[in-house]
């Protein structure tokens, strides 16, 4: 059980563009979906916590207006990079928890690189 | 203080050793906690919640010590696939802003 899915899982496009990134959890309803970057050798850090239904809540130095999250349904959540740029090369992982006091499950990640 | 803290390794052992990693957090509300593993390029795996009577799960025991506010991960008979990063979560109160907080996590290189 608990399975998150998450698509594309490789994405190469030309600076500009704009991707989207969708994070669904199949086989449970997820209250909160989570949704972290992390670089080489770095820790997971967390982008913005995103509850159905409601707005996202962004970490600080994460521009809202860059990373569009919304979280229509208890299954899915998207995530979409705007304007893409080479800085924004990196591994997005999304994650969905069924409550407060469960363990998160995360997505297979999508390694975006920008050219 | 960082919220949640780790020793980053590496951890080198031999096949078959046991070893220990220990995680400490800021957070004394602190409700829930977890192990996970990551393998290089990929995403985090659960490997077991950590219970306040401490819990084992085959060859890994986890343990909570909430009076010193750390928690422990053994892992026993060590094989080369535990070869890995092994974070700690904790799942710290709503009001400071993040609810789960991931440590920067602890590599262990199982040798042959």
């Known amino acids: 059980g608990a399975v998150v899915s998450q698509h594309p899982s490789w994405v190469i496009c030309k600076s500009g563009t704009s991707v989207k990134i969708e994070c669904r959890s199949l086989?449970?309803?997820?209250?909160?979906m989570f949704w972290y970057r992390q670089f080489p050798k770095q820790s997971l850090m967390l982008m913005a916590t995103?509850?159905?239904?409601?707005?996202?809540?962004?970490e600080q130095g994460v521009e809202k207006d860059k990373f569009l999250i919304n979280h229509a349904s208890l299954t899915l959540s998207t995530l979409t990079v705007t304007s893409a740029h080479p800085e924004d090369s990196s591994f997005y992982i999304c994650?969905?928890?069924?409550?407060?006091?469960?363990?998160?499950?995360f997505g297979d990640g999508t390694r975006l690189s920008i050219l | 203080r960082k919220e949640v803290e780790q020793d980053p390794g590496p951890f080198n052992v031999p096949e078959g050793a046991t070893v220990a990693f220990n995680c400490t957090y800021s957070?004394?509300?602190?409700?829930?906690f977890f192990w996970y593993r990551q393998d290089c390029r990929k995403e985090p795996k659960l490997l077991m919640s950590?219970?306040?009577s401490g819990n084992e799960d085959g060859r890994f025991t986890a343990q909570l010590n909430r009076a010193s506010q750390y928690i422990s991960l053994l892992i026993r008979d060590s094989k080369l696939s535990d070869s890995a990063t092994y974070l700690c979560?904790?799942?710290?109160?709503?009001?400071?802003?993040?609810?789960?907080?991931f440590g920067p996590g602890t590599r262990l290189s199982v040798l042959p």
């Open positions: 979560v904790v799942n710290m109160e709503e009001n400071y802003g993040q609810n789960f907080v």
């Open positions: 995103s509850n159905e239904g409601s707005k996202a809540t962004y």
């Open positions: 086989d449970f309803q997820a209250t909160t």
């Open positions: 957070n004394s509300a602190s409700q829930s």
């Open positions: 950590v219970y306040s």
């Open positions: 994650s969905a928890r069924q409550g407060r006091n469960q363990p998160q499950h």
